[in-house]
Nanobody, 119 residues
Framework: QVQLVESGGGSVQAGGSLKLSCVPS????????MAWYRQAPGNERGELIS????????TYADSVKGRFTISRDNAKNTLYLQMNALKSDDTANYYC????????????WGQGTQVTVSP
């Protein structure tokens, strides 16, 4: 089973930036669709916020479009999420997923890294 390990979370003030990383235990970043989800406190379900396909195509939720950027480094087998202009509403546990799709489901899931944005 592939393990996904996220890092880079923390506490920032509104308007600040953070860069999250997701490192799989096997070399899959270049051959799988990868995604970032987040789950805010009190929400039962996670929200898909960004996805990068094998061909490099990216998608974003309207809530983060223009502020967040998903990318990957195939040589480092690492997925990233650059988050700028953070808002209090961005406070959540951010986790990555790999090898699948939003409709069909992803095979692998990380535990997440907490992002807290203060006003």
């Amino acid at each position: 089973q592939v393990q996904l390990v996220e890092s880079g979370g923390g506490s920032v003030q509104a308007g600040g930036s953070l860069k999250l990383s997701c490192v799989p235990s096997t070399d899959i970043v270049s051959v799988c669709t990868m995604a970032w989800y987040r789950q805010a406190p009190g929400n039962e379900r996670g929200e898909l916020i960004s996805l990068i396909s094998i061909d490099g195509a990216t998608t974003y939720a309207d809530s983060v479009k223009g502020r967040f950027t998903i990318s990957r480094d195939n040589a480092k087998n690492t997925l990233y999420l650059q988050m700028n202009a953070l808002k209090s509403d961005d406070t959540a546990n951010y986790y990555c997923a790999s090898c699948g799709s939003p409709t069909g489901g992803f095979r692998d899931w990380g535990q997440g890294t907490q992002v807290t944005v203060s006003p």
